[in-house]
């Protein structure tokens, strides 16, 4: 599999999204010439959504503004643009973001996920490590061209979060996912993670594993533009990217066929022991747990898996190039362990 890099950013909030930019210009604005998703999102230019959105942004988070302006910088490409790549989710039921989450509650709470998305990223993506003056520092793994928090992340604080894409086909204007996402790497607690996403007008949907090392609850939120929905996870769960709780239960949302069997097949294997085994299971064919396929119905790929452990003192976790293979990153809260020669460094 391609190699996931590893890279240091922070300063302001510009500079942070400048250095991130840099780091993903090469192979987003490779990207932006071929990709017919960038195409598809780039239709909403100057679409009264759109603008609606940027103006709940740059009112309600004028920094995660500031670090959009900054990684539209560090990518030399139109701010707009960046801004509604940024937005894709909100615009577009199909964007390329999947995923797959087995959550395990107890006293050692466990989040095992793998990352699905766009193979044309494949050996571009990083786990960034950031700390951004006058806000928390975190490590995210970050696809190029986009902003942190909306994969998988932890807080040098101790909150730890992975995210699954949902494929809302009602979304009204309101702060985009990804930046409400972004916006959650700041949360001290998970009482601040529930309040910021029922005080803000929500455009697209997610769903999130959250848990805080301060606090024993391991949570499963959805949420969308009609509804955010938070339950406490019990025993042991899979999660693929489509809405599964109650309350979201009359969703209008894509189910892709991928989806529906990941869930499917991971919930027949929850017994059966190691989530990381059960995040490199291919029994079905067709539509595997883990994703190689360049052809892949969804056309999506596995680009990393991430396994993290939530204990009251700290959070402990690995990153996986593969799930059935040895971890590339050992991290700590929101550090990294890794070879110096390793690390990957914006110019």
Not at 25 to 38: E, F, G, T
Not at 41 to 50: D, E, F, L, T, W
Not at 282 to 294: E, H, Y
Request: one cysteine or more; a negative charge.
């Amino acid at each position: 599999m391609p190699t996931l890099n590893y890279l240091e950013a922070g300063g302001s909030p510009f500079e942070t999204g400048r250095m991130l930019g840099r780091f993903g210009a090469a192979a987003l604005q490779d990207y932006a010439r071929h990709s017919p998703a960038w195409a598809t999102v780039m239709r909403h230019r100057g679409a009264p959504a759109a603008e609606a959105m940027a103006t709940l942004v740059r009112t309600r988070f004028p920094r995660i503004w500031d670090e959009l302006q900054g990684l539209a910088a560090g990518l030399e490409l139109p701010f707009e643009d960046v801004f509604l790549w940024n937005s894709r989710g909100d615009l577009w039921a199909m964007a390329p973001d999947g995923c797959t989450t087995v959550q395990e509650a107890g006293a050692l709470r466990r989040i095992t996920h793998n990352e699905d998305g766009d193979p044309a990223f494949a050996g571009h993506c990083a786990i960034a490590v950031c700390a951004v003056e006058g806000g928390a520092s975190f490590a995210s793994f970050v696809y190029p061209g986009s902003l942190p928090g909306h994969t998988f992340a932890v807080t040098e604080g101790g909150f730890a979060m992975t995210v699954n894409n949902l494929r809302c086909l009602k979304v009204r204007p309101g702060v985009p996912r990804m930046v409400l996402t972004r916006a959650l790497l700041e949360a001290a607690s998970l009482r601040e993670v529930r309040a910021l996403l029922a005080s803000n007008e929500r455009a697209g949907g997610f769903h999130l594993t959250v848990a805080h090392r301060s606090t024993p609850e391991l949570l499963s939120v959805e949420f969308s533009s009609e509804a955010c929905s938070v339950v406490e996870v019990a025993g042991r769960r899979l999660h693929a990217n489509h809405a599964l709780h109650a309350a979201l239960s009359d969703l209008p949302q894509i189910v892709t066929g991928s989806s529906r069997h990941r869930q499917l097949r991971g919930d027949a294997l929850l017994a059966d022991g190691d989530p990381l085994r059960l995040l490199a299971d291919s029994g079905d064919a067709s539509f595997p747990i883990l994703r190689t396929d360049p052809a892949d119905s969804d056309g999506e790929n596995t680009m990393a898996t991430a396994d993290i452990r939530i204990g009251p003192s700290c959070v402990e976790w690995q990153v996986y190039e593969h799930p059935a293979q040895p971890p590339r990153f050992h991290m700590i809260d929101g550090h990294a362990s890794i070879e110096k020669s390793q690390r990957t460094q914006p110019t």
